[in-house]
């Protein structure tokens, strides 16, 4: 099992990025998935997660109405979109994989139920 996050960079306040996590070595309709992210001095966060074979998504309270995940299971890819970027935004986004896994409405649950992790991409909102 593998993931890569890609996609992110420097972008003004207000602008807007797509991530990407690419899969390999497993069959992603049968996977939750989970974004997160680290801001320095941080704890990891979930930002968003959406549940295999249902796609049943969900986001932290911070991102709901600016971030959408989606994926596409023909291209072994889940992708993150981030709309009105703020500078509290600026992290390192990961992505992880879970096993049908149906992702749990307590965001606090999503690290902790992860079982592989990607590297992330940095994020830095800022003008």
């Known amino acids: 099992v593998q993931l890569q996050a890609s996609g992110g960079g420097l972008v003004q306040p207000g602008g807007s990025l797509r991530l990407s996590c690419a899969t390999s070595?497993?069959?992603?309709?049968?996977?939750?998935i989970g974004w997160f992210r680290q801001a320095p001095g941080k704890e990891r966060e979930g930002v968003s997660c959406?549940?295999?074979?249902?796609?049943?998504?969900y986001y932290a309270d911070s991102v709901k109405g600016r971030f959408t995940i989606s994926r596409d299971n023909a291209k072994k890819t889940v992708y993150l979109q981030m709309n009105s970027l703020k500078p509290e935004d600026t992290a390192v986004y990961y992505c992880?994989?879970?096993?049908?896994?149906?992702?749990?409405?307590?965001?606090?649950?999503?690290?902790?139920?992860?079982?592989?992790w990607g590297k992330g991409t940095q994020v830095t909102v800022s003008s």
């Open positions: 992880a994989a879970s096993y049908a896994y149906y992702c749990s409405d307590n965001r606090e649950r999503w690290r902790a139920d992860m079982n592989w």
């Open positions: 959406i549940s295999a074979s249902n796609s049943y998504t």
């Open positions: 070595g497993f069959t992603l309709d049968y996977y939750g």
